[in-house]
């Protein structure tokens, strides 16, 4: 259950979230999903349905017009899959070696994987994420010589802490990395991986190309999404990194397309 003491706009941005995923949803499954009361998801409902992002239909929401271009904030994602998400993370984290250069995109899950690469010695993080920046270098105030170096590409932020622009991309485009840990909104077998943000796109098109190997961490709720903008095709893909809780179907969809299709359990709640 979610914490009942989400402000509203995080409540709302939650619902969002949950409708963009499945397409629908029942206000009887958001008030036990949530922990507040048929009266306040009601409430949020006629809120987003102002905004066009649901569309209200008897005893629940489905998706309204300006659905595909919402982007939620990152607290918001964060409380998102959790489970999923850790499991992602730490078979992501696998993949590095000791004194290579990575790069982070922004994401919850990409800043789940930078969590667990702290210890890993010697390496520079490169990253257009605010959190993960945080992340690094309050790790590198710990005086541990082995501590992750930190390049921050600047830019402008988004809802999603995510740097993106010019800036961010002509800062990019100078360096090479060996591997990109890249998050995604959205996954699907035609419109590959995407984003609402047009700028967060172009910038992921930056990072990919600067990359060696490009590992994608996305749990099983991003299948089947789609945003407004696309950034790559699940064949750019070098390793994808999902969880048990994806279809067998998209399993085999991004089997024959990736170089590497990573499945991690996710323990038994």
């Known amino acids: 259950m979610a914490d009942s003491g989400l402000l509203a706009h995080q409540r709302q ?19 036990e999903q949530l922990g507040v009361s048929d009266m306040t998801v009601r409430r949020d409902l006629d809120a987003l349905e102002r905004s066009g992002t649901v569309k209200k239909v008897h005893g629940g929401a489905v998706l309204g017009s300006e659905t595909a271009v919402a982007e939620p904030g990152f607290e918001v994602k964060s409380g998102l899959e959790s489970a999923a998400k850790a499991a992602v993370a ?48 309050s790790a590198g105030e710990q005086h541990d010589p082995d501590a992750p170096s930190l390049l921050l590409t600047g830019g402008s932020p988004t809802p999603s802490a995510a740097l993106v622009g010019p800036l961010a991309d002509q800062s990019i485009r100078a360096l090479h990395v060996d591997l990109l840990v890249l ?12 984003t609402p ?23 099983h709720s ?11 095709a699940l064949e750019d ?22 170089g590497e299709l990573v499945v991690a359990e996710v323990p038994a709640a």
Do not use: M
Not at 106 to 135: H, I, K, M, Y
Not at 222 to 232: E, N, T
Not at 242 to 257: F, K, P, Y
């Open 13 to 31: 941005a939650l619902i969002a979230e949950i409708v963009r995923r499945s397409g629908a949803v029942r206000v009887a499954d958001l008030v």
């Open 90 to 137: 730490d078979a992501a984290a696998a993949l590095v070696e000791p004194g290579s250069v990575i790069a982070i995109s922004a994401g919850t899950t990409a800043f789940a994987v930078a969590a667990r690469l702290l210890r890993v010695p010697r390496l520079t993080v490169v990253t257009n994420s605010l959190p993960v920046a945080d992340l690094i270098r």
């Open 183 to 194: 998050g995604a909104h959205g996954v699907s077998e035609k419109a590959g991986l995407t």
């Open 197 to 219: 943000n047009l700028a967060e796109s172009q910038t992921n098109r930056a990072l990919i190309a600067s990359a060696r190997r490009v590992a994608v961490v996305a749990d």
């Open 222 to 232: 991003k299948w089947g999404v789609v945003g407004l903008s696309g950034f790559a």
């Open 237 to 258: 893909v070098d390793v994808f990194v999902t969880d048990s809780g994806l279809g067998e179907h998209a399993r085999g969809v991004l089997a024959e397309a990736v």
